[in-house]
């Protein structure tokens, strides 16, 4: 399931959270952006994390 499909399923709704473990790619995130939802991203790569905040995320 792509992280697209996951918040369209769980029609996750303005102001909802979303958690994201291991931030891989950035799909599911850019999608709870655009829905309005607040996020939190849990990886042990750095670097994927500064990916997931450029991406939407927000703050960290």
Not at 11 to 16: F, I, K, L, S, Y
Not at 55 to 60: Q, S, T
């Amino acid at each position: 399931m792509t992280g697209y499909h996951a918040i369209g399923r769980g029609r996750v709704a303005p102001g909802e959270w979303v958690a994201v473990q291991g931030v891989g790619g950035v799909s599911a995130i850019q999608t709870a952006a655009a829905v309005g939802a607040q996020m939190i991203a849990v990886d042990i790569d750095e670097d994927q994390l500064a990916k997931a905040q450029e991406a939407g995320l927000g703050e960290m």
